[in-house]
T-cell receptor, first 111, second 113 residues
Framework: QKEVEQDPGPLSVPEGAIVSLNCTYS??????FMWYRQYSRKGPELLMY????GNKEDGRFTAQVDKSSKYISLFIRDSQPSDSATYLC???????????FGKGTKLTVNP | DSGVTQTPKHLITATGQRVTLRCSPR?????VYWYQQSLDQGLQFLIQ???????AKGNILERFSAQQFPDLHSELNLSSLELGDSALYFC????????????FGPGTRLTVT
């Protein structure tokens, strides 16, 4: 079993839709959770980071962590064509330690 | 722009050769991480340096090595290259004060022919 599982999609939605992206993990020691956005052939761009359980909101983006279920989510409200990218979840045990990534979900938002 | 720089952007070389990838972290960051991204394996951690010292190692091949210099830039050396080493190589850096995630550079695309 992989440490982090993420549905690769692809996911295609109309502009303005609410998008839900998810990851599950097996290592209960993970404490730090991140979401990255990666455009084709570019470096991953940090979108959000959270520590332990709970919700965090930043503009149109909301990150949720449920440690009891080992499940994290990223919600994108009012999705835009510019949101079309691959979204990667990542997590680590310590704040200054290696990241373990999901394989990424490819999202397309159609105008 | 994350503030992390990497050179070169692209590298094409032949099997058996050796290359060096360079990374400069964000100003003030002491930690540098190297990752490899391939289509089948996704993003995989290779190695971490903190203020010049090796901090952690992932599934890094013995043919690969890295170092971090006093000015905090880092180099990843790949030798005896094989076709399977073709991938995107990213470095990332993180803040010395508190947790705020890792910030990635634009990557080096390595093609081994």
């Amino acid at each position: 079993q992989k440490e982090v599982e993420q549905d690769p999609g692809p996911l295609s939605v109309p502009e303005g839709a609410i998008v839900s992206l998810n990851c599950t993990y097996s290592n209960s020691a993970f404490q730090y959770f991140m979401w990255y956005r990666q455009y084709s052939r570019k470096g991953p761009e940090l979108l959000m980071y959270t520590y332990s359980s709970g919700n965090k909101e930043d503009g149109r983006f909301t990150a949720q962590v449920d440690k009891s279920s080992k499940y994290i989510s990223l919600f994108i409200r009012d999705s835009q064509p510019s949101d079309s990218a691959t979204y990667l979840c990542a997590m680590s045990v310590g704040g200054s330690e290696k990241l373990v990534f999901g394989k990424g979900t490819k999202l397309t938002v159609n105008p | 722009d994350s503030g992390v720089t990497q050179t070169p952007k692209h590298l094409i070389t032949a099997t058996g050769q050796r290359v060096t990838l360079r990374c400069s972290p964000r100003s003030g960051d002491l930690s540098v991480y190297w990752y490899q991204q391939s289509l089948d394996q996704g993003l995989q951690f290779l190695i971490q340096y903190y203020n010049g010292e090796e901090r952690a190692k992932g599934n890094i091949l013995e043919r690969f090595s890295a170092q971090q210099f006093p000015d905090l830039h880092s180099e990843l050396n790949l030798s005896s290259l094989e076709l399977g080493d073709s991938a995107l190589y990213f470095c990332a850096s993180s803040s010395r004060t508190g947790f705020s995630g890792q910030y990635f550079g634009p990557g080096t695309r390595l093609t081994v022919t």
